[in-house]
């Protein structure tokens, strides 16, 4: 997580360096061309202060959920990062550019907050009861509509994240080889 957090920060350093050229990778919603940026656009941001609240979620909810194992955990984030850009692209208000990792960050928090339930593990529940009682409040405000804030890239990426803990769930073996 130290590496990507240190990645987002490098791109930030060049684009500002560059005068904002990577604010280009941003989503514009509904242009077709702009479907080359779902990926990136979680990788760019608006300003050191943008990226600034982005980070900590990010190191906290991205080194809880690859404590599952790295592929697994590579695996959600694949799914939430293209899920929410896609959703992005077809639902953000027209003339909008849409960037930021805070799309993920969400989806991490959906996908941790429920993983434990669908997967029945007493460990994952437990941290999922944890990261809601402290980390609720503020994803809870973050789904309401604020300006030059995209509530809907957040609430895509919510619901990515608890979609990627059904799609991703690790399937229990029962005695005698039964898959539950």
């Not at 991490?108 to 339930?117: C, I, N, S």
Request: glycine share 14%; net charge positive.
């Amino acid at each position: 997580m130290l590496a990507w957090v240190a990645l987002l920060w490098l791109l930030e350093v060049i684009d500002v360096a560059t005068g904002h050229e990577l604010d280009s990778f941003g989503i514009v919603p509904r242009t077709p061309s702009e479907l080359v940026d779902v990926i990136p656009a979680s990788f760019i941001h608006f300003g050191f202060g943008h990226l600034a609240a982005n980070t900590v979620p990010l190191l906290v909810l991205g080194f809880v959920a690859a404590l599952s194992g790295i592929r697994r955990f590579l695996a959600v984030c694949a799914l939430i990062i293209v899920a929410d850009g896609l959703g992005v692209w077809l639902v953000a208000p027209a003339g909008t550019n849409t960037a930021g990792a805070s799309g993920l960050i969400f989806g991490l928090f959906g996908y941790l907050v429920v993983t434990g339930f669908v997967e029945r593990r007493p460990l994952g529940i437990l941290a999922g009861v944890l990261i809601a009682a402290i980390w609720g409040g503020t994803f809870l405000s973050g789904l309401a509509p604020q300006s030059g804030i995209s509530w809907q890239g957040h609430l895509i990426g919510l619901i990515a994240g608890v979609t990627a803990a059904f799609v991703l769930r690790r399937r229990r073996t029962l005695r005698g080889g039964v898959q539950g």
